[in-house]
């Protein structure tokens, strides 16, 4: 390499010819590889600062781009926020008419509902909390203040309704004891999981499938007031005919017959022949025939023990395993059996015991009109008794 090198630079001489005078240039050839590294190095040197001014100028090109691409970004969040700031305002006030009109139609159907707890409740009240819960959420995020609000009141609402829920099934509780029936036998009859079915369709209030406590408490306060609804379905409720005199009562009376003391297990109606009887109560009928002292006589089973009777009948207008509602006609008013004219004679009967049926057909005044009794004369000369 260094022969070729030295052969690339041999020593050279210049004639130089001037004014009639000549002259000798000598170049070494260390001279011409000093001149020749010199020249190599200057290139590179202006080709280095040719290539790092690119760069540097491709740098800052790349750098504005980037900065302009970036606040193109943040102008479009920017506009995206505020966009959807207003449309949550937007989504509140959807919110809160909504609710209006919810509270409006329920009020309107259940009356006022309870907002306070009374003694005794077990319904959580979390106004309190739902106030600290909007404060601190009005703090860190202002454009959700709205909503909320609008969640406190929900929350609000739905602890009412359960109170309402609650309330109503205490006080229907309360009537079924005072009745002599037992609820909870009741309850267990109509829940007993037989002949139940279907597509599943879970519900749920948040996004991960769970459901809030709150709203998972309603929903078991309505099922239980539904569930206790239903059995007061089945309790006699609406007068049996469509009089409202009563011609002997329940319990001790002077027998019309004998005009000796005597016990009257139910109610007699006195009513022109051929006058409609009414079922008291939804049931299933289970007997329609002859009794003894019953003369015509219509039985309605209506489930945990209690069963209504009709009796002294001139027609039926039913049959053996009939589902009848309440106020359907059964029957026709006679005068069949021991019987001193036509009249109904209407009892109600716990596991086979009769009870007194006033009580049942003055529970639910909002549904019949109590009983009166027009007179006060001996049942023994009254017309239409057995």
Same mark, same amino acid.
């Given at each position: 390499?260094?022969?070729?090198?030295?052969?690339?630079?041999?020593?050279?001489?210049?004639?130089?010819?001037?004014?009639?005078?000549?002259?000798?240039?000598?170049?070494?050839?260390?001279?011409?590889?000093?001149?020749?590294?010199?020249?190599?190095?200057?290139?590179?040197?202006?080709?280095?600062?040719?290539?790092?001014?690119?760069?540097?100028?491709?740098?800052?090109?790349?750098?504005?781009?980037?900065?302009?691409?970036?606040?193109?970004?943040?102008?479009?969040?920017?506009?995206?926020?505020?966009?959807?700031?207003?449309?949550?305002?937007?989504?509140?006030?959807?919110?809160?008419?909504?609710?209006?009109?919810?509270?409006?139609?329920? @009020?309107?159907? #259940?009356?006022? =509902?309870?907002?306070?707890?009374?003694? /005794?409740?077990?319904?959580?009240?979390? +106004? &309190?909390? $739902?106030?600290?819960?909007?404060?601190?959420?009005?703090?860190?995020?202002?454009?959700?203040?709205?909503?909320?609000?609008?969640?406190?009141?929900?929350?609000?609402?739905?602890?009412?309704?359960?109170?309402?829920?609650?309330?109503?099934?205490?006080?229907?509780?309360?009537?079924?004891?005072?009745?002599?029936?037992?609820? @909870?036998?009741? #309850?267990?009859? =109509?829940?007993?999981?037989?002949?139940? /079915?279907?597509?599943?369709?879970?519900? +749920? &209030?948040? $996004?991960?499938?769970?459901?809030?406590?709150?709203?998972?408490?309603?929903?078991?306060?309505?099922?239980?007031?539904?569930?206790?609804?239903?059995?007061?379905?089945?309790?006699?409720?609406?007068?049996?005919?469509?009089?409202?005199?009563?011609?002997?009562?329940?319990?001790?009376?002077?027998?019309?017959?004998?005009?000796?003391?005597?016990?009257?297990?139910? =109610?007699?109606?006195?009513?022109?022949? /051929?006058?409609?009887?009414?079922?008291?109560?939804?049931?299933?009928?289970?007997?329609?025939?002859?009794?003894?002292?019953?003369?015509?006589?219509?039985?309605?089973?209506?489930?945990?023990?209690?069963?209504?009777?009709?009796?002294?009948?001139?027609?039926?207008?039913?049959?053996?395993?009939?589902?009848?509602?309440?106020?359907?006609?059964?029957?026709?008013?006679?005068?069949?059996?021991?019987?001193?004219?036509?009249? =109904?004679?209407?009892?109600?009967?716990?596991?086979?015991?009769?009870?007194?049926?006033?009580?049942?057909?003055?529970?639910?005044?909002?549904?019949?009109?109590?009983?009166?009794?027009?007179?006060?004369?001996?049942?023994?000369?009254?017309?239409?008794?057995?």
């Amino acid at each position: 390499m260094r022969a070729r090198v030295a052969n690339w630079f041999p020593d050279r001489e210049f004639i130089m010819r001037s004014q009639g005078q000549v002259r000798f240039l000598r170049v070494s050839g260390r001279t011409q590889k000093r001149a020749a590294l010199g020249v190599v190095v200057l290139t590179l040197a202006y080709g280095g600062s040719l290539t790092a001014l690119t760069v540097i100028r491709w740098h800052e090109s790349y750098d504005i781009d980037k900065l302009l691409s970036r606040q193109a970004r943040v102008e479009k969040a920017e506009n995206r926020v505020a966009a959807y700031r207003k449309n949550l305002d937007g989504v509140a006030s959807d919110l809160q008419r909504r609710q209006d009109f919810i509270e409006k139609v329920t @009020q309107t159907r #259940l009356g006022e =509902l309870p907002k306070a707890a009374r003694h /005794g409740d077990t319904v959580t009240n979390s +106004s &309190t909390e $739902a106030a600290k819960t909007v404060r601190k959420v009005s703090a860190a995020v202002p454009e959700a203040a709205n909503l909320a609000r609008m969640e406190a009141r929900q929350l609000a609402f739905v602890e009412s309704l359960t109170r309402y829920a609650d309330h109503r099934s205490a006080a229907d509780v309360a009537m079924l004891r005072k009745l002599g029936l037992n609820p @909870q036998m009741m #309850l267990a009859a =109509l829940d007993d999981g037989d002949a139940m /079915g279907g597509p599943l369709f879970p519900m +749920s &209030t948040d $996004a991960d499938g769970s459901i809030d406590p709150r709203f998972a408490r309603l929903g078991a306060s309505l099922s239980r007031m539904s569930a206790i609804e239903q059995g007061l379905a089945r309790v006699p409720q609406v007068l049996p005919a469509s009089m409202n005199s009563i011609s002997s009562g329940f319990g001790f009376r002077s027998d019309p017959f004998t005009h000796h003391g005597s016990f009257h297990p139910g =109610l007699d109606f006195r009513g022109p022949r /051929g006058a409609p009887i009414y079922a008291a109560a939804r049931g299933v009928v289970t007997f329609v025939g002859q009794r003894s002292g019953y003369g015509n006589c219509v039985e309605v089973t209506h489930g945990d023990g209690l069963v209504t009777r009709y009796g002294h009948m001139s027609g039926f207008h039913s049959r053996v395993g009939q589902q009848v509602a309440a106020g359907q006609t059964i029957g026709a008013i006679g005068s069949t059996g021991r019987s001193t004219g036509p009249h =109904l004679h209407f009892e109600v009967r716990i596991n086979d015991r009769p009870v007194n049926p006033r009580p049942f057909l003055e529970a639910r005044t909002h549904v019949s009109p109590p009983i009166t009794r027009p007179d006060s004369r001996p049942s023994s000369s009254a017309k239409g008794s057995d």
